[in-house]
């Protein structure tokens, strides 16, 4: 958290009035914050070129690209920075991506003026600015990954293999990085398939994720 709440703030949200919306929200929770304001990705890295920014609310779905990368170009940045992402989108793979990258909070836009405020003013109590159903969704993920590895019965070596695919490697890559033949790795590949209902490579991902073998980009 910023040392005063003189700080600076950024919001990015292609909506105008979503956007105005948000700058209310924190000039509400932060009365002596400056707000800058952004449509899409490219003028959000740009100021982020004059600006060290204290606090950035953060939309994922830019008419030019992704949320993310103004996550990760904050990120990178000399100075801290306090980034919510604020969206539309309640799922794993966004949620665990955002926070991933080292977003700290993680609200949806549908909740009322009031909530998102004191999503906001919590952050002075070093309360993370979480929505309810993104607190949920972390609780259950963590909580599931035991059972979910329990119930699909994989061996440890087609976890091994499962990683792998998991992210992208080739059959062949696979079983060089195992030191076992193609073919084994082809007949792992083949449980893993029966064992977890799947059918192709990106169910094959999105169960790996689930179980916490591997981590969503």
Same mark, same amino acid.
């Given at each position: 958290?910023?040392?005063?709440?003189?700080?600076?703030?950024?919001?990015?949200?292609?909506?105008?009035?979503?956007?105005?919306?948000?700058?209310?929200?924190?000039?509400?929770?932060?009365?002596?914050?400056?707000?800058?304001?952004?449509?899409?990705?490219?003028?959000?890295?740009?100021?982020?070129?004059?600006?060290?920014?204290?606090?950035?609310?953060?939309?994922?779905?830019?008419?030019?690209?992704?949320?993310?990368?103004?996550?990760?170009?904050?990120?990178?940045?000399?100075?801290?920075?306090?980034?919510?992402?604020?969206?539309?989108?309640?799922?794993?793979?966004?949620?665990?991506?955002?926070? @991933?990258?080292?977003? $700290?909070?993680?609200?949806? /836009?549908?909740?009322?003026?009031? *909530?998102?405020?004191?999503? %906001?003013?919590? #952050?002075?109590?070093?309360?993370?600015?979480?929505?309810?159903?993104?607190?949920?969704?972390?609780?259950?993920?963590?909580?599931?990954?035991?059972?979910?590895?329990?119930?699909?019965?994989?061996?440890?070596?087609?976890?091994?293999?499962?990683?792998?695919?998991?992210?992208?490697?080739?059959?062949?890559?696979?079983?060089?990085?195992?030191?076992?033949?193609?073919?084994?790795? @082809?007949?792992?590949? $083949?449980?893993?398939?029966? /064992?977890?209902?799947?059918?192709? *490579?990106?169910?094959?991902? %999105?169960?790996? #994720?689930?179980?916490?073998?591997?981590?969503?980009?």
């Amino acid at each position: 958290m910023w040392a005063s709440e003189q700080g600076l703030a950024l919001v990015v949200e292609d909506n105008r009035e979503t956007r105005r919306w948000l700058v209310s929200c924190i000039a509400t929770a932060f009365p002596a914050m400056t707000v800058h304001e952004s449509a899409d990705l490219s003028t959000a890295l740009g100021l982020l070129q004059h600006h060290d920014f204290d606090l950035a609310l953060v939309d994922l779905g830019l008419p030019d690209g992704s949320g993310m990368d103004v996550i990760r170009a904050l990120q990178a940045r000399p100075e801290p920075c306090y980034v919510v992402v604020a969206t539309i989108y309640d799922d794993d793979r966004n949620l665990f991506a955002a926070l @991933k990258l080292g977003a $700290k909070g993680y609200i949806l /836009k549908d909740q009322d003026r009031e *909530r998102i405020v004191s999503y %906001l003013q919590g #952050i002075k109590k070093n309360q993370p600015a979480i929505s309810a159903a993104a607190s949920q969704r972390l609780i259950e993920h963590f909580n599931s990954k035991g059972e979910a590895m329990q119930t699909s019965a994989l061996t440890p070596r087609e976890t091994d293999v499962l990683c792998l695919v998991g992210k992208g490697y080739s059959v062949e890559d696979a079983a060089a990085m195992l030191s076992l033949a193609p073919d084994t790795v @082809k007949g792992y590949v $083949k449980s893993i398939y029966t /064992k977890l209902g799947v059918s192709n *490579r990106s169910e094959v991902t %999105l169960e790996a #994720i689930r179980l916490g073998i591997i981590d969503p980009d």
